[in-house]
């Protein structure tokens, strides 16, 4: 079955950079795009990037501080976030999907996630 391993969330000051990962696991996968998506405490599950997995065709949000990639060869997606801020604290989910969606920014345009990575940043 396919997992999907996201790692490097952590705590990180107010102006400062965090790179997360996301491994594909567990089976053979053919994704058409991944993405990452965010959720804090009282909130809904927020779109962030996404990536297509051949073309390396990006869509962001308005988080224009976020940058997606992609390693095809090591199945792993990254997420670097630059100039962090108090309000980008939440739980980063990786996400993937199996074929083309017409609103990629929904949660529900995708076929699996991960449990997710911490990101808290402190002013």
């Known amino acids: 079955q396919v997992q999907l391993v996201e790692s490097g969330g952590g705590l990180v000051q107010s102006g400062g950079s965090l790179t997360l990962s996301c491994v594909i696991s567990?089976?053979?996968?053919?994704?058409?795009?991944m993405a990452w998506f965010r959720q804090a405490p009282g909130k809904e599950r927020e779109f962030v990037a996404r990536?297509?997995?051949?073309?390396?065709i990006v869509d962001y949000s308005r988080h224009r501080r976020f940058t997606i990639s992609r390693d095809g060869a090591k199945n792993t997606v990254y997420l670097q976030m630059n100039d962090l801020k108090p309000e980008d604290t939440a739980v980063y989910y990786c996400?993937?999907?199996?074929?083309?969606?017409?609103?990629?920014?929904?949660?529900?345009?995708?076929?699996?996630w991960g449990q997710g990575t911490q990101v808290t940043v402190s002013s």
């Open positions: 996400a993937l999907g199996t074929g083309a969606s017409t609103n990629i920014r929904s949660p529900a345009s995708y076929d699996f």
């Open positions: 567990g089976g053979v996968v053919n994704p058409y795009c």
């Open positions: 990536i297509t997995w051949q073309s390396g």
